[in-house]
C-alpha cells in the first residue's frame, strides 16, 4: 500500500513561487488502483514522481508497504533505486541500445536476482511479447513498446507500480485496447498501482478509486460510479462528463424539493433546501414531444455538433439566459428550432461539496 | 498530444535523485574548471601592475600600464585591428550567409557542398591556408603571379598578398567555412511558414526577404557577427604570416612582438593582453545584449520542416559555379599548390620545363629539418590527450548542467566558467599560462603539460557543446527508468547515460583532437625546445625555411590527417551503430 501525508511541494516560476502541491493526503490501498485524475498543470504528475523518489517533496510523509521512503521530519529520503517500485514513464523509456529481453532484464539484473531468464521470460509472455525478445525494443511499433515498459515494471515484483500517463502517447484505437489490457493485466496480477492520467474514461474504466485534483490540491477522492453519479462539487461534475451546472433557491416538497432555477421551478427527487447547486447529465436531458410535465420547458437549439452516436445540443431559454448542455439521439436539426426539454426528477442531482 | 504537468513543462527541470553526492561532484567540477581558466587570465593583471619579470621579488607600479598605453603606436595598431576585424567579419558573414541560404533554400543541388564545407577547415588548417595562399598570390614567386608573367607577360606581380586586402582576404577564407557552419543551422530551422505567410500575405520575395526573413534572423547575425570580429581581433596567425613581412602591425602582433623581444618583456605583454580581454569582454556583453531577446524570435521548434525551396531557374549554373568557387578558394587551390611546390626544387609556374624538375627531395629534407618529426609526434600526442581529457571533462560537465537544475547557481557558474575559453584569445591565454607557470614552481612550463592545459581549457567550449547535443537527446525518463528498475547512479551512467550518448562523445574527442592538433596562438608562448607543435613549426620554416620543403612537410601531415580521420571515422560510426 502507498500512505502519502500532508505532501507539499513549491516550484519556482519565473519570479514567484508555485504551490504544486498543498497539503495532499491518501491511501492506496493494497492490490487497488488508484488514480490521480485533473487537468495538465494540477501536480498530479508531481505526486507520482515524489513517491517514486524522483522529486523531492519540500515536506510530507510518505510510505510504500509499511516502510517510510520519505518523510522530512525524520530525515528520510530513500532514491529510487531502493523504493521497491515499477514505473511506467510517458515516453516509455525504452532503451534503445538494448533489445526487448535486455530491458526486461535489467532490473533483476541490478537488484541482483536470481533466475533472471525465467522471470524475463514469464513477464513478455504475460504482455505477450515472448515472440520478439531479441528484437532491438526501438524498432517495435508505439503499442509494444508500452507492453515492453509494462513488462519492466513489473518483473522485479515491485511493492506499488506507478504509471505516468502511459497511455497519452497512443492513437485512439490503441488507447482503448490498451486500457482494457491493462485492467485484465491488474485484475491478475493485482499490484497496487498509482496511475495518473488528464483522461476521464481511462480513469472511469481502469480504477478502484479517482482523486480528482486541481491547482495541487484533491477535490473529491471517490469510486469511478460515485463520482460519475453523485459527485460532490461542481469541478468534478463539470471535468467528468461536461454536466450542467445550475444555481437555484431550494424548497423542500414531501417527495423531495422544488428548486427554482433560471430555467423554471425544477422538481429533484433529492433533498435540499436554501442555495443549492444542481446538476444534470447532459444525456440525460430529453428532448420530447409537446404537452406538459413534471420539468418540461421549451429551449432554442442554439449550435449543434454531430457526435457520431450522439448529438451535442446547446440550448438556451427562448428569452436568453444560461446554456444547457444536450446529448440526444436525434437527427440534424434546423438553426433556432424551438425543442421542448425534459429533465427528470431523479436525474437532478445535489452538488453537497463545498468548494473554494 | 501528451499533456505535461508543472514539473514536466521543461525536460531539464526535472532531477533530483539522490543529490548528495552529485552535488559534491558538481562543486568539484567547478573547482577544476575554476582552475584552469581564471588563474591564467588574473595572472594577467598581476603582470600588468608589476615591472618585474617572474620569479623575481614583485615590484609593483603603473609604469608598465603607462609605457604599454603612452605609445600612439599601440592605439594606431588597435585601430587597425578592429578595421580588420571588421571587415573580415561583414565579409565572411554576407559569403558564408549567402552560401548557407543558396544550400538549404534553394533548388541549387548543392547540398553535397555542406559536408565538404565541414571538411576544408579541418584539411586545411588556418597555417596551412595561409602557407597556400602566399605560394599563390606571394609577390615574388607566387604560383598565380608567375603564371601571370610567364603566361602572359605581366611585368610585375598581378596581386600582393602582403597587404591590408592580401590579410583581409586570407583572413575571410580562413573563416568562410565556419561562417557557414554557424549560418546554416538558423536557416535550416527557420520555420519555412513564416516566410510563406508573407508571401501568401501578397509580399514579393524581395520584400519577404527584407521583411520577414532578415529581420526573424537577425539575433542570429548580428550574433555570428560579433563572434566573428572576436575571432579575427585574436588570430594570430595572419598578423604574423602576412602582416608581419608587410610591415602592418595589428594589435596581436604586438602582444607577440612585446613577448618576443629579447629580454622578453611580459609585464608589456600582459598589459597588451589585458587590453585585449577587455574588448573581447565588451563584445561578448554586447553578444549576449543582441542575442538576449532571442525567445522572441523562436524559429527552432524540434520540428523536422520541409521548407519550400526558392526556384533558382537559369541561375542555377551560376550559383553552382559560385560553390565550386568558393571551394576550390578555401581548400582545392592552396592544397594544389602545397602539393605542386612539394614535389618542386624551387617555386614556378606549371609548365612542361617544371615537370620535368618534379622531384620527392624535399620530403627527405622536410623529415630531416630540425624537429620535424618530433613536432608531429608532440600534436598528435597533445591532439589525443587534450581530446580525452576536453571530452571527460566536457561530458560531465554537459550531463551536470542538464540534470543538476536543483543546484542552479552552481550550474550557471559552471556554465560560464566552461563557456568562457569561446571569447578568450588562445594567445592572451597563452601569455598568461606562460606566466603563471613562471611564478608557479612545478615543473610544468616548458613541458608538454603547459601545452596540454592550454588545449585543454581553449577547447573545453566545444567539448561540452558536442556532448550536451548528444545528452540533450537523451530523455531524462531514460535515466528515471533505470532508477526505479533498481540500479544506482554508477550504473545509471555507464550502463545507459555511456552506451547512448557515446556517438558524441567520441565526436567531441576527434573534434577537440583536430582543433588542438593544429593550434598554434596559444602555442606559439608556449613551445619550447624539445616540446615544438606542428603549427608553430610551420610558423618557424617560414621565418627561416624553404617555401618547397616547408610545402612537402605540410602535404605529409596532411596525408597522415587524412588517413587518421577516415580511420576514426570508421571506428566512430561503428561505435555509433545499434541495434
Avoid at chain 1, 414531501?254 to 447529465?281: E, K, Y
Avoid at chain 2, 602591425?249 to 618583456?265: G, K
Amino acid at each position: 500500500m502507498i500512505r502519502v501525508r500532508a505532501l507539499s511541494k513549491q516550484f519556482d516560476a519565473g519570479s514567484e513561487r508555485v504551490r504544486a502541491l498543498d497539503e495532499i493526503g491518501f491511501d492506496v490501498e493494497s492490490h487497488t488502483f488508484f488514480t490521480l485524475l485533473g487537468p495538465s498543470g494540477c501536480g498530479k504528475s508531481t505526486i507520482l514522481r515524489c513517491v517514486a523518489g524522483l522529486e523531492t517533496p519540500d515536506a510530507g510523509d510518505i510510505d510504500i508497504g509499511g516502510e517510510a521512503v520519505f518523510s522530512s521530519t525524520r530525515g528520510i529520503n530513500l532514491p529510487p533505486n531502493r523504493r521497491r517500485i515499477g514505473m511506467v514513464f510517458q515516453s516509455y523509456a525504452i532503451w534503445p541500445h538494448m533489445t526487448v529481453y535486455q530491458n526486461v532484464a535489467f532490473p533483476l539484473e541490478v537488484q541482483g536476482r536470481s533466475d533472471i531468464r525465467a522471470r524475463t521470460m514469464a513477464a513478455l509472455d504475460l504482455v505477450e511479447l515472448g515472440a520478439v525478445a531479441d528484437r532491438y525494443a526501438s524498432r517495435l511499433s508505439g503499442g509494444q513498446q508500452q507492453r515492453v515498459a509494462f513488462a519492466r515494471a513489473i518483473v522485479a515484483e515491485p511493492e506499488v507500480l506507478l504509471l505516468d500517463e502511459p497511455l497519452s502517447n497512443l492513437d485512439a484505437a490503441l488507447r482503448d485496447q490498451m486500457c482494457s489490457e491493462l485492467r485484465k493485466l491488474h485484475e491478475r496480477l493485482r499490484l497496487t498501482t498509482l496511475f495518473v492520467t488528464h483522461d476521464q474514461a481511462e480513469a472511469l474504466s481502469l480504477s478502484d478509486r479517482i482523486a480528482v485534483m486541481r491547482d495541487g490540491r484533491f477535490i473529491e477522492v471517490a469510486t469511478p460510479e460515485a463520482l460519475w453519479h453523485t459527485p460532490r462539487t461542481v469541478f468534478a461534475a463539470q471535468f467528468l462528463g461536461g454536466a450542467n451546472v445550475l444555481t437555484g433557491e431550494a424548497r423542500p416538497e414531501p417527495d423531495g424539493a422544488s428548486v427554482l432555477t433560471p430555467f423554471g421551478v425544477l422538481r429533484t427527487t433529492r433533498v435540499a433546501q436554501g442555495q443549492v447547486s444542481l446538476f444534470v447529465r447532459p444525456e440525460h436531458v430529453a428532448l420530447v414531444g409537446p404537452g406538459d410535465g413534471v420539468n418540461r420547458f421549451d429551449c432554442v437549439v442554439v449550435s449543434q455538433r454531430f457526435q457520431g452516436d450522439l448529438r451535442d445540443l446547446e440550448l438556451r431559454l427562448p428569452n436568453g439566459g444560461p446554456a444547457l448542455r444536450c446529448k440526444a439521439r436525434v437527427g440534424a436539426l434546423p438553426a433556432n428550432h424551438t425543442a421542448r426539454v425534459e429533465i427528470r426528477p431523479e436525474h437532478i442531482e445535489i452538488l453537497t461539496g463545498d468548494e473554494r | 498530444m501528451a499533456t505535461h504537468d508543472l514539473a514536466l513543462r521543461s525536460p531539464r527541470a526535472r532531477w533530483s535523485l539522490d543529490v548528495a553526492p552529485q552535488t559534491w561532484l558538481l562543486v568539484a567540477v567547478v573547482a577544476v574548471v575554476g582552475l584552469l581558466i581564471v588563474p591564467p587570465l588574473a595572472i594577467l593583471v598581476y603582470g600588468s601592475v608589476t615591472d618585474t619579470p617572474p620569479g623575481v621579488a614583485p615590484h609593483f607600479t603603473l609604469d608598465t600600464l603607462h609605457y604599454a598605453y603612452a605609445r600612439p603606436r599601440i592605439w594606431a595598431a588597435l585601430a587597425r585591428s578592429a578595421l580588420y576585424a571588421a571587415a573580415t567579419a561583414t565579409l565572411v558573414l554576407v559569403i558564408g550567409g549567402f552560401l548557407a541560404w543558396l544550400i538549404e533554400r534553394t533548388d541549387s543541388r548543392m547540398r553535397a557542398f555542406a559536408d565538404l564545407f565541414t571538411l576544408a577547415p579541418i584539411l586545411m588548417p588556418s597555417v596551412l591556408l595561409i602557407s597556400g595562399w602566399i605560394l599563390l598570390i606571394g609577390p615574388k614567386s607566387g604560383m598565380i603571379n608567375l603564371v601571370a608573367r610567364d603566361w602572359f607577360g605581366a611585368a610585375g606581380p598581378v596581386f600582393d598578398i602582403y597587404s591590408f586586402a592580401g590579410m583581409v582576404w586570407v583572413g575571410m577564407l580562413q573563416e568562410l567555412p565556419l561562417a557557414f557552419l554557424w549560418l546554416w543551422p538558423a536557416f535550416r530551422a527557420m520555420n519555412p511558414d513564416l516566410e510563406e505567410a508573407a508571401r501568401v500575405a501578397g509580399a514579393g520575395f524581395l520584400t519577404t526577404m527584407r521583411r520577414v526573413t532578415l529581420p526573424v534572423l537577425r539575433p542570429t547575425i548580428i550574433g555570428a557577427w560579433i563572434i566573428f570580429f572576436i575571432y579575427s581581433l585574436g588570430a594570430l596567425s595572419v598578423p604574423l604570416l602576412l602582416g608581419l613581412p608587410a610591415k602592418i602591425f595589428l594589435y596581436a602582433t604586438e602582444i607577440y612582438l612585446a613577448y618576443r623581444r629579447v629580454p622578453s618583456d611580459l609585464n608589456v605583454a600582459s598589459a597588451y593582453s589585458l587590453m585585449f580581454l577587455l574588448v573581447t569582454i565588451f563584445s561578448i556583453w554586447v553578444y549576449r545584449r543582441a542575442t538576449a531577446d532571442a525567445a522572441r524570435f523562436v524559429t527552432v521548434t524540434g520540428k523536422a520542416y520541409r521548407p519550400r525551396l526558392v526556384q533558382l531557374g537559369r541561375w542555377q549554373f551560376a550559383a553552382t559555379t559560385f560553390g565550386i568557387a568558393v571551394l576550390l578558394l578555401v581548400a582545392g587551390l592552396p592544397l594544389f599548390v602545397l602539393v605542386w611546390n612539394a614535389f618542386l626544387p624551387y617555386p614556378q609556374a606549371p609548365s612542361f620545363a617544371s615537370i620535368a624538375l618534379l622531384t620527392t627531395k624535399n620530403f627527405a629534407a622536410a623529415l630531416d629539418y630540425g624537429p620535424a618529426k618530433r613536432a608531429i609526434v608532440n600534436s598528435l600526442m597533445l591532439g589525443a590527450g587534450a581530446g580525452i581529457v576536453a571530452t571527460v571533462l566536457g561530458a560531465l560537465i554537459a550531463w551536470l548542467s542538464l540534470r543538476m537544475q536543483s543546484a542552479r547557481a552552481w550550474v550557471a557558474l559552471l556554465d560560464q566558467l566552461a563557456t568562457a575559453p569561446l571569447a578568450i584569445p588562445g594567445m592572451i591565454f597563452g601569455v598568461g599560462l606562460a606566466w603563471l607557470f613562471l611564478l608557479v614552481p612545478a615543473p610544468i612550463y616548458g613541458t608538454r603539460w603547459i601545452l596540454l592545459i592550454a588545449y585543454v581549457a581553449l577547447h573545453l567550449p566545444f567539448a561540452v557543446r558536442i556532448c550536451m547535443s548528444g545528452l540533450a537527446q537523451l530523455h531524462p525518463e531514460l535515466e528515471e527508468a533505470a532508477a526505479v528498475a533498481g540500479a544506482g547512479w554508477t550504473t545509471r551512467i555507464v550502463r545507459i547515460v555511456l552506451r547512448l550518448a557515446a556517438p558524441s562523445f567520441v565526436a567531441a574527442l576527434l573534434y577537440v583532437a583536430l582543433r588542438a592538433f593544429r593550434e598554434y596562438s596559444a602555442s606559439i608562448f608556449l613551445t619550447a625546445p624539445g616540446t615544438e607543435v606542428f603549427a608553430v613549426l610551420v610558423l618557424d620554416m617560414w621565418e627561416g625555411g624553404n617555401s618547397n620543403i616547408l610545402s612537402a612537410y605540410v602535404t605529409m601531415v596532411i596525408a597522415l590527417m587524412s588517413v587518421l580521420m577516415v580511420v576514426f571515422g570508421r571506428l566512430g560510426r561503428r561505435l555509433g551503430i545499434h541495434g
